[in-house]
């Protein structure tokens, strides 16, 4: 396998029956389609999640806990049954176009040195999603965005560090944090540095793997 998808699940049924749509509209049209495999791990959701979604996709792995485990510990599940050289970690809230995979494969099979990879991230209504990517939220750059001057100053290096406003959103960078909507990571950083640290039930576990990927040695991008 060259991908493996991981989704984690808990009580947002359509939201995750649109995702999964999306997702099996990318597999069928990437090259790769027959290599990429998709786990979906529910957390004891009661809004009938599993009995909808199971037979309408019925070449997806799905994993049902009895207990809501948390995102960290439910994504950290599915690792050892993923076979592919990436993984995505991908929020069962999202949308991917239709040639996301390919073009985010595309680009770790040229980048070498590439740990994990975020994409431009846009809401409903077509805006971009600053988490997209972010500096390292050191207590300098936390203030500076609760204290508003972030806002004031969305394109400055110092005053928008938290969220690498100074980076063109339109371009590829490396970063230091990407976020864990949309988080594709090689297998072998994560050999390295291990998944989500399952101490965080839910929250600032991307931030933490997004360090750690660079302290492995490679590049969020």
Do not use: W
């Amino acid at each position: 396998m060259i991908l493996s998808i991981i989704i984690v699940n808990f009580n947002v049924k359509y939201f995750l029956e649109q995702c999964l749509h999306s997702v099996k509209k990318a597999i069928d049209s990437s090259k790769h389609s027959p290599d990429i495999e998709v786990f979906i791990v529910d957390n004891a959701s009661a809004d009938g999640s599993l009995p909808l979604l199971i037979p309408l996709y019925p070449g997806f792995h799905f994993i049902s806990n009895s207990q809501n485990t948390g995102f960290a510990k439910a994504n950290n599940q599915a690792l050892p049954h993923c076979s592919g050289e990436y993984i995505l970690f991908l929020n069962p809230d999202t949308i991917v176009a239709e040639d996301s995979l390919d073009t985010c494969l595309s680009f770790f099979q040229q980048h070498p040195g590439a740990g994990a990879l975020g994409v431009r991230m846009i809401d409903g209504s077509g805006h971009f999603l600053k988490e997209s990517k972010r500096g390292f939220p050191t207590v300098r750059a936390s203030f500076f965005k609760m204290a508003g001057l972030a806002a004031c100053f969305p394109s400055s290096r110092l005053f928008a560090a938290y969220y690498a406003g100074h980076l063109d959103a339109r371009a590829s960078h490396p970063v230091d944090i990407l976020s864990g909507a949309f988080m594709m990571v090689r297998k072998e950083a994560l050999d390295k540095t291990g998944g989500f640290d399952e101490q965080f039930f839910m929250y600032a576990e991307d931030i933490d793997l997004g360090y750690r990927i660079k302290k492995a040695g490679f590049q969020n991008h």
